[in-house]
């Protein structure tokens, strides 16, 4: 079975410096490695998502991904953070069955003035 | 607006009550899956229809049980509840399986009492 690890449980960062989310997955093949992002009372928004080719991957709002197959990784990154970008952030798996998403227990993101 | 609607949004109970939580998927997506959110348990897969049929099961109580429809909307039903259920209880949405991703709704926030 597939597992996801987010080891930050909280993170604060200045407006306008650089961010590095991490995630360590678990899976026995090529997985399907995705970043989500909740603001509170609202749901969860896909950032992006890796399949297969470029292990570097863009999403939305200025986001990316790079997935490591060596360290198991897909670490979350994004050069320049804004105060909009204070919200919780899951990293999530699938397995090639295609049935269902494991997430990671979420990274909270404050973002200092 | 993710196109998945989920109603309600806010729904307070007492104990050994049953409720019904209604999902429209996106438009065209034939997969809803349902998940519940807690503090201390994150985001859990609970089950996942596929066009009407049950395709997975995940860690989904005895008590709960749910059912897609044939113009694909879904309903968790929850009965019997405890204090433990209070959870945001979310649906989402997928064209096929989950690999190509998931639509969120908004959630219903369920609170026993």
């Known amino acids: 079975a597939q597992s996801v690890t987010q080891p930050d449980i909280h993170i604060t960062v200045s407006e306008g410096a650089s961010l590095e989310l991490r995630c360590n997955y678990s899976?026995?093949?090529?997985?399907?490695l995705f970043w989500y992002v909740q603001s509170p009372g609202q749901g969860l928004q896909l950032l992006l998502k890796y399949f297969s080719g470029d292990t570097l991957v863009q999403g939305i709002k200025g986001f990316e991904a790079e997935f490591k197959r060596s360290q198991s990784s897909f670490n979350l990154r994004k050069p320049s953070v804004h105060w909009s970008d204070a919200a919780e952030y899951f990293c999530a798996v699938g397995a090639s069955s295609g049935d269902k998403l494991t997430f990671g227990t979420g990274t909270r993101l404050a973002v200092r003035p | 607006d993710s196109g998945v609607t989920q109603t309600p949004k806010h729904l307070i109970t007492a104990t050994g009550q049953r409720v019904t939580l209604r999902c429209s998927p996106r438009s065209g997506d034939l997969s809803v899956y349902w998940y519940q959110q807690s503090l201390d348990q994150g985001l859990q897969f609970l089950i996942q229809?596929?066009?009407?049929?049950?395709?997975a099961k995940g860690n989904i109580l005895e008590r709960f049980s749910a059912q897609q429809f044939p113009d694909l909307h879904s309903e968790l039903n929850l009965s019997s509840l405890e204090l433990g259920d209070s959870a945001l209880y979310f649906c989402?949405?997928?064209?096929?399986?989950?690999?190509?991703?998931?639509?969120f709704g908004s959630g219903t926030r369920l609170t026993v009492v």
């Open positions: 229809y596929y066009n009407g049929e049950e395709r």
């Open positions: 989402a949405s997928s064209v096929g399986g989950a690999n190509y991703g998931y639509t």
């Open positions: 899976y026995g093949a090529t997985p399907y």
